[in-house]
């Protein structure tokens, strides 16, 4: 079943004036969400009567390296259990510090989400619960700067970076492991 925009419209208008969608093939997506408004928008989804979104399946993120004005995309897969509709919500940040509040609160599905989104990405979620890299060490950073370094970023090198990460033994092309 295909949630209709009128029904998201009417559940929001007192937090979104003139909401702007996306639809592709019977997906709809709620998109330039001001990132003030995420918490206030995502609870009256969840909790409104005709919407009833009381799934969060994912967050991830997009980069836009130079392609759009904000770099970065974070994106709210959301689920409605008892409508079996879906509807994903996209709020934009900048470059620089792209920093969106935590939805914990809301969703505990968000806390591990919003983990694999910052190591993967370099998205901060403010006042997250347990905040810290998911897959790479804490301290993956850029050898020659320093600098906390994100694979999924459009301009991590393809190849990886030389020396960034200690590489388990690997018997099979090198011999036995020495102790």
């Not at 939805?103 to 990405?121: F, K």
Request: net charge negative; glycine share 2%.
């Amino acid at each position: 079943m295909y949630i209709g925009k009128e029904l998201v419209v009417e559940a929001i208008k007192d937090i979104i004036a003139e909401p702007e969608f996306y639809e592709h093939r019977n997906q709809l997506s709620l998109v330039n969400v001001p990132k003030e408004s995420i918490i206030e928008l995502l609870t009256k989804l969840r909790d409104n009567e005709t919407t009833k979104f009381d799934q969060l399946i994912d967050i991830t993120a997009i980069d836009w390296l130079k392609k759009k004005p904000q770099r970065f995309e974070v994106v709210y897969f959301l689920y409605s259990v008892p409508n079996k509709w879906r509807l994903r919500v996209k709020v934009a940040l900048p470059a620089r510090k792209p920093h969106i509040e935590s939805v914990c609160t809301l969703y505990q599905s968000a806390n591990w989400y919003e983990r694999e989104t910052y190591d993967m990405y370099g998205i901060i979620f403010d006042n997250h619960p347990d905040f810290r890299r998911f897959y790479m060490p804490e301290d993956y950073t850029d050898p020659e700067t320093g600098e906390p370094i994100y694979p999924m970023r459009k301009d991590f090198p393809l190849m990886g970076i030389p020396d960034s990460l200690p590489l388990p033994a690997y018997p099979e092309k090198y011999g036995a492991v020495q102790q």
